[in-house]
């Protein structure tokens, strides 16, 4: 007897396996479908028929504007799913394909869990997010592993979120200079990471995210330093009260002079040496500083998106 006329199963772990067109429509059961790779429509459109789904782990083998449209069809016929992992084989995925997800007239009401690895743009979830918010009030995880570009609003709605409590987001296209994590917003959050390479600098307001105990930021030293912040305050200190296991902080020197990546990286650790909590503290310098460097010597880094 073959997995696919197993009308009682609940769970599936397919290890990558691509699906044959006629399996998925016999798992009526089937609550938890993890690392399944889908190429045809035809898998999309009876994936939307498993009506008990609440896990699903999910490749695409390609960019296929087609598979797509059909895949957020079936995610809004997906009424009991929980979490959703998504990830796609092909590098040559426009950011504008997984916009289609906001199409979705409601969003999973029951989301605790979204996962993407895939290029895309936060619009999307923003749609989500302005229709209705408590369409997402379950979210407790979000992890947007390569979004195109993170705007001051996107985080100002992302942090409206009250259920969210880990948020990781990592941008590849970045030109919005300055992003400002409010203290109005992440009131829950416990473990925060945002990275958006060397072309913006994040700064916390006074207040902001009191319940994160892991933190893990970057900083563009050049555009801190073209904005006016040669201080490189980033209102780490006497702030972000609940820190407790580390801080990881990626420094972005390229363009700069070494006493001037130097200069950032005291400032700082500075910064967090005087936590009260006293947190772990890992700084990584992108360009790395050679040792015997001099404090004049440009440092130079073409950051590969």
Same mark, same amino acid.
């Given at each position: 007897?073959?997995? +696919?006329?197993?009308?009682?199963?609940? +769970?599936?772990?397919?290890?990558? !396996?691509?699906?044959a067109? *006629?399996?998925?429509?016999?798992?009526?059961?089937?609550?938890? &479908?993890?690392?399944?790779?889908?190429?045809?429509?035809?898998?999309v459109?009876?994936?939307?028929?498993?009506?008990?789904?609440?896990?699903? /782990?999910?490749?695409?083998?390609? #960019?296929?504007?087609?598979?797509?449209?059909?895949?957020?069809?079936?995610? !809004?016929?997906?009424?009991?799913?929980?979490?959703?992992?998504?990830? !796609?084989?092909?590098?040559?995925?426009?950011?504008?394909?997984m916009?289609?997800? #906001?199409? +979705?007239?409601?969003?999973?009401?029951?989301?605790?869990?979204?996962? =993407?690895?895939?290029?895309?743009?936060?619009?999307?979830?923003?749609?989500?997010?302005? @229709?209705?918010?408590?369409?997402?009030?379950? &979210?407790?995880?979000?992890?947007?592993?390569?979004? %195109?570009?993170v705007?001051? /609003?996107?985080?100002?709605?992302? *942090? #409206? &979120?009250?259920?969210?409590?880990?948020?990781?987001?990592?941008?590849?296209?970045?030109?919005?200079?300055?992003?400002?994590? @409010?203290?109005?917003?992440?009131? @829950?959050?416990?473990?925060?990471?945002?990275? !958006?390479? =060397?072309?913006?600098?994040?700064?916390?307001?006074? *207040?902001?995210?009191?319940?994160?105990?892991?933190?893990?930021?970057?900083?563009?030293?050049?555009?801190?330093?073209?904005?006016?912040? +040669?201080?490189?305050?980033?209102?780490?200190?006497?702030?972000?009260?609940?820190l407790?296991?580390?801080?990881?902080?990626y420094?972005?020197?390229?363009?700069?002079?070494?006493?001037?990546? %130097? /200069?950032?990286?005291?400032?700082?650790?500075?910064?967090?040496?005087?936590?009260?909590?006293?947190?772990?503290?890992?700084?990584?310098?992108?360009?790395?500083?050679?040792? *015997?460097?001099?404090?004049?010597?440009?440092?130079?880094?073409?950051?590969?998106?």
């Open positions: 007897m073959t997995f +696919c006329k197993l009308r009682r199963l609940i +769970c599936l772990h397919a290890d990558m !396996c691509e699906v067109p *006629g399996v998925l429509q016999n798992l009526t059961s089937i609550e938890v &479908l993890k690392k399944i790779q889908i190429s045809l429509n035809i898998i459109h009876e994936l939307g028929k498993i009506a008990r789904l609440r896990e699903l /782990e999910i490749r695409f083998k390609d #960019g296929s504007l087609d598979l797509y449209e059909g895949f957020v069809k079936s995610l !809004c016929n997906l009424h009991h799913i929980e979490s959703l992992f998504i990830q !796609c084989n092909s590098k040559e995925t426009s950011f504008e394909l916009d289609h997800l #906001g199409e +979705c007239s409601v969003p999973p009401i029951h989301l605790r869990e979204f996962v =993407s690895y895939m290029p895309s743009q936060i619009s999307a979830l923003q749609g989500w997010i302005k @229709r209705d918010p408590s369409h997402l009030s379950n &979210l407790s995880l979000l992890i947007l592993a390569s979004v %195109k570009e705007q001051q /609003e996107d985080m100002d709605i992302i *942090g #409206g &979120l009250l259920s969210l409590r880990r948020l990781g987001i990592k941008s590849t296209h970045q030109t919005q200079r300055l992003l400002v994590i @409010r203290a109005d917003g992440f009131r @829950r959050m416990v473990v925060f990471e945002l990275l !958006c390479g =060397s072309a913006t600098q994040i700064v916390f307001e006074s *207040g902001a995210i009191p319940m994160a105990e892991i933190v893990r930021f970057s900083l563009g030293v050049r555009v801190a330093k073209e904005d006016g912040n +040669c201080g490189f305050d980033l209102g780490l200190q006497g702030n972000l009260l609940s407790r296991s580390n801080v990881l902080v420094i972005y020197c390229g363009g700069v002079r070494v006493g001037e990546a %130097k /200069e950032a990286e005291a400032a700082v650790r500075h910064a967090l040496n005087s936590h009260p909590n006293h947190p772990p503290v890992k700084i990584y310098m992108e360009p790395h500083i050679a040792e *015997g460097a001099h404090a004049d010597d440009l440092l130079e880094y073409e950051e590969v998106n």
